[in-house]
């Protein structure tokens, strides 16, 4: 039988860096042995942070040659995936959402405000090389139509004055905010948020919108909980803080996240308060419960999710 082969890939002076080649090494690794060319995307946007925001012939095929892959793939990886950008970007680059929620509301004059303050067209860099322009297909805050991303964020409810705003401040070096240019909580009505139970938008817990807000790695042998101080009086206030574990037991940790509602942003919040297993959560009184919901910033969805009994559950199998 012939085998199938292919060029090696063509990588020139295109490496990753010390601090980059450590991370690529802790998402290989996260692979079985055999499918490490499954770390092809986010390898793929390592070079392309590296490499100024966009990725050229060498840091694809340095990409290939990392994970032992024929560069044709890594190449047709990267040309089909929008967030991929074969060609170099301005230090900003404008995505403008053009589907149908923003351009109901809007996002043509968005694209109208770019063109014209930044003086290029779609597909273009303006000549201080700050700023791409590109329109892109949906980018899921359809609820806070119209939104354009910017690099890594989102500037949501916008108009064509607060994006004037905006893009001025990033000219300038100022601070830009991001999320929902009109104070719209998460994605709450415009008139706030119509919940059945008190909502304290002042401040947002840490993970509650963003995942990374929250560290993923579970305490080391020894660690003691850290929570924040101002959501730790709350939940003091509203219950009973549950016994924690400095440690898991044997050192190995239940999968929390088996429990539904319970995500790996929400599994990382219980290590820290010493929660790593099963039978803790189904060992609660309904003031523990109450204590870590509010301590969550979610109030009741502990019981309406009902994790103590899916815990008792898991714990019975584990058993």
Known sequence: MSQTTYRAPESGEFAFDAENEALAQRII?????????????????????QNGGWLSKEAVEFVAGRLGMAPIRVHEVASFYSMFNKNPVGKYLLQVCRTTPC???????????????CGIEIGDTSEDGLFTLIEVECLGACCNAPMVQINDDYYEDLTAKSLDKILDNLKNGRVVEKGSQTGRIASARQDGPHILVDFDPNPVSSGILRGDA???????????????????????????????????????????????GIG????????????????????????????????????????????????????????
């Open 29 to 49: 690794a996260r692979y079985p042995e055999g499918r490490h060319r499954s770390a092809v995307i986010p390898l793929l946007d390592i070079a392309q942070r």
């Open 103 to 117: 351009w109901l509301r809007g996002s043509d004059s968005l694209t109208q405000t770019i063109k014209e303050i």
């Open 214 to 260: 929250v560290d993923e790695e579970a305490p080391g042998p020894g660690s003691a909980p850290t929570p924040d101080p101002s959501l730790e009086e709350k939940a003091d206030a509203a219950g009973k803080r549950p016994a924690g574990l400095d440690r898991p037991r044997n050192g190995k940790a239940d999968a929390l996240i088996k429990i539904k």
């Open 264 to 319: 790996p942003a929400n599994e990382a919040a219980l290590a820290k308060l010493g929660i790593f297993h099963f039978d803790q959560i189904a060992s609660w009184s309904p003031e523990e419960a109450t204590w870590v919901g509010t301590f969550l910033a979610f109030p009741g969805r502990i019981e309406h999710e009902e994790w103590i009994q899916q815990a008792k559950t898991l714990a019975g199998r584990k058993a």
